[in-house]
């Protein structure tokens, strides 16, 4: 299964996790393998991004929690994992790559509605990158 791109620029790319949770993770275009590898520039742009999703998918999903990981152990390149946890997903309040407690039936707003929002909210913020 091909992953899906929600959005992408010169510097980086972010990529949909196909999960029960809204689950993006963000890459660097170049691969480096240790996030003190990334430029200064660069990396400060990494964080920017991820507080830019961080806060649309409070906005949007109002989860329990918001996680972040970067392991980089099977895929050895700097990207971050942002997931929105619900108290009544599979797996709360273990990580994603726990041990499922529980079969969820979670209802969430619209994805594609949501990406829309981060793609936005991404482009205002390139607009002062530069």
Same mark, same amino acid.
């Given at each position: 299964?091909?992953?899906?791109?929600?959005?992408?620029?010169?510097?980086?790319?972010?990529? +949909?996790?196909?999960?029960?949770?809204?689950?993006?993770? &963000?890459? %660097? +275009?170049?691969?480096?393998? #240790?996030?003190?590898?990334?430029?200064?520039?660069?990396?400060?742009?990494?964080?920017?991004?991820?507080? &830019? &999703?961080?806060?649309?998918?409070?906005?949007?999903?109002?989860? %329990? +929690?918001?996680?972040?990981?970067?392991? $980089?152990?099977?895929?050895?390149?700097?990207?971050?994992?942002?997931?929105?946890?619900?108290? =009544?997903?599979?797996?709360?309040? =273990?990580?994603?790559?726990?041990?499922?407690?529980?079969?969820?039936?979670? %209802?969430?707003?619209?994805? =594609? #509605?949501?990406?829309?929002?981060?793609?936005? $909210?991404? =482009?205002?913020?390139?607009?002062?990158?530069?």
């Amino acid at each position: 299964m091909k992953s899906l791109i929600i959005y992408e620029d010169n510097d980086i790319y972010i990529e +949909k996790e196909a999960s029960e949770i809204p689950w993006l993770k &963000i890459f %660097t +275009k170049e691969p480096y393998k #240790e996030l003190g590898d990334v430029p200064s520039k660069l990396r400060l742009k990494l964080w920017e991004v991820y507080d &830019i &999703i961080e806060d649309e998918m409070k906005k949007y999903y109002k989860p %329990t +929690k918001i996680n972040m990981a970067s392991f $980089a152990n099977m895929l050895p390149r700097v990207h971050l994992h942002v997931m929105a946890r619900f108290e =009544n997903d599979s797996y709360f309040p =273990n990580p994603m790559w726990g041990e499922k407690l529980r079969d969820a039936k979670l %209802t969430l707003p619209n994805e =594609n #509605e949501f990406f829309k929002r981060v793609e936005e $909210a991404l =482009n205002q913020f390139s607009l002062g990158y530069r």
